[in-house]
């Protein structure tokens, strides 16, 4: 697959989709109508921004209705467009169908360099935006469910479901109109680093498939393994933080300003708050090497780089000279469809994007459910657990003399917060999605890549949706 000349991201995620959709058996009409952007709605609004006016293009597309809400997250930067928000739309798609979470994919965008604008004028931006989307009916518990992307995060998501709230009073399960909100605002724990936690467990379940290691050169186990992340936002930032829990160390980081290296790791903590405390990550005392154009970080010595900041960023102007034997996709699109065949045919192992990053609208379905139950998880059951755990563990040392000491008994009674119900939710979902893409790919030696594989396993899912609905035969 070549290189995109035009540059279009929705069309690099169609050429992979038509690759992968060769290795199924749905009739052509049927897979048209997978890979097309259901509704693509544009629109533009005024705020007010100093003496003056100012015009902001936004975007929310809805790419598959196969099942309902969409959801999908709603991107701010100054470099968003139609084409990148529809192919954003599909990922998300894909997404849903591989890690079973019952949503079409959707996306939003809004066209402003965030660092522009004071948080007044991002709440009005958000408020208004919002505004639109109700008007067309684009937004809804049961319709259309936005999140984070990049530039976004609780902040903004508050925003939205007030303005929603406001909107649409009496409506019993308005909450579930958008999610990644803070807690107080009925979010649900774990939201937040869910993206990056997922990055890092989808990252240790390949790495620890021995026979998958072998051809790499790679021992199994994520213990030692060198690792380079670009983008220190949500993602990057969680994604390097729970490598480091898992054992891996990082070292090398990308930021816009800059890259930062040191074989030996880099102290994740610290180095955040150099930057929060001089705005660079350049300059930091534990770095060896540094380089002021972030794109050359990418391509130093390591086992696993996980790009965790925007599309486009290995293309074929840079994958010779990829070091890293795997590359994790946190980001969305971060490989353009030549570099992936040009590292996949000399050995290299890509971990793709709409399994990679799964981990925030897994936990988001959490959260929507959680909002449409009006109950938080762990409410109704912790306590009932702790007490029939108390009453077994008192009958089992009745009845053997032995005693278990205070840390052991509260190990064994302890029931379950919604904390650790959600990380184990998402956890089972991440391991379960990686074996389930590996069955796929190893059972047909035409396939040789993972993505090709997640792509397979989606394509068929959706089929499956629509052939139910009885649209197709
Ligand atoms: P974010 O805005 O929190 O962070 C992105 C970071 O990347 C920023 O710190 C930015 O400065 C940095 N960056 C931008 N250009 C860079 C460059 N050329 N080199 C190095 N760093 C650069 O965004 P995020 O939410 O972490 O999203 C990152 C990626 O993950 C996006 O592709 C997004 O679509 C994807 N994603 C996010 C979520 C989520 O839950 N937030 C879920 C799934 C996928």
Redesign the pocket.
């Known amino acids: 697959m070549a290189d995109n000349a035009n540059q279009s991201f929705f069309n690099d995620v169609c050429s992979f989709f038509d690759h992968a959709a060769q290795y199924t058996q749905h009739p052509s009409g049927l897979l048209d109508q997978i890979k097309a952007c259901n509704s693509v709605y544009r629109f533009r609004f005024p705020i007010r921004k100093g003496d003056g006016f100012e015009v902001i293009d936004a975007w929310r597309v809805e790419h598959s209705h196969h099942m309902s809400p969409t959801k999908g997250?709603i991107?701010y930067s100054e470099m968003v467009n139609e084409d990148e928000v529809m192919a954003?739309a599909a990922l998300m798609t894909y997404k849903c169908a591989i890690v079973n979470v019952p949503f079409g994919g959707a996306k939003g965008g809004i066209k402003i360099n965030t660092k522009n604008y004071t948080i007044a004028e991002l709440e009005t931006i958000t408020r208004r935006y919002t505004v639109e989307l109700v008007k067309k009916n684009f937004i809804g518990p049961a319709i259309d469910v936005p999140?984070?992307?990049?530039?976004s995060g609780e902040r903004e998501m508050s925003w939205i479901a007030d303005t929603y709230n406001t909107m649409n009073p009496g409506q019993l399960d308005s909450l579930g109109c958008v999610t990644g909100k803070p807690i107080s605002l009925h979010g649900i724990m774990g939201r937040k680093e869910a993206?990056g936690r997922g990055v890092a467990i989808s990252i240790r379940e390949c790495v620890d498939v021995a026979e998958d290691m072998k051809p790499l050169g790679l021992t199994p186990g994520l213990d030692g393994k060198r690792v380079i992340v670009?983008?220190?936002?949500?993602?990057?930032s969680n994604a390097a933080k729970f490598l480091i829990e898992f054992g891996a160390t990082v070292v090398g980081l990308?930021?816009?300003e800059g890259a930062i290296y040191n074989e030996d790791g880099l102290d994740l903590k610290e180095v955040m708050e150099h930057r929060k405390e001089t705005g660079s990550i350049l300059g930091f005392g534990g770095a060896r090497l540094q380089f002021a154009n972030?794109a050359e970080g990418l391509e130093q010595d390591c086992d696993i780089l996980v790009p965790?900041?925007?599309?486009n960023?290995i293309t074929s102007a840079n994958i010779d000279r990829i070091q890293a034997k795997i590359i994790a996709e946190?980001?969305?699109g971060p490989t353009s469809p030549e570099a992936a065949d040009r590292f996949i045919a000399k050995g290299g192992l890509i971990i793709p994007d709409m399994y990679c990053?799964a981990g925030?609208v897994t936990v988001s379905y959490f959260e929507w459910l959680k909002n449409l139950s009006h109950v938080s998880f762990g409410r109704m059951d912790k306590r009932y657990d702790e007490t029939a755990n108390k009453n077994l563990v008192n009958l089992v040392e009745k009845l053997t003399g032995v005693s278990l000491s205070t840390e052991q008994r509260s190990l064994v009674i302890r029931g379950a917060s919604e904390l650790e119900l959600v990380n184990s939710g998402l956890e089972e979902t991440m391991i379960h999605s990686y074996h389930d893409i590996r069955h796929v790919k190893n059972n047909d030696n035409r396939i040789n890549d993972l993505r090709t594989a997640a792509f397979v396993m989606a394509i068929n899912k959706i089929a499956v949706s629509y052939m139910n609905m009885g649209i197709w035969p």
């Not at 965790?308 to 599309?311: H, I, K, R, T, V």
């Open positions: 997250g991107r954003l999140a984070p992307d990049y530039g993206t670009q983008g220190l936002g949500n993602v990057g990308c930021e816009y972030p965790a900041a925007l599309e960023q946190a980001a969305n990053n925030g």
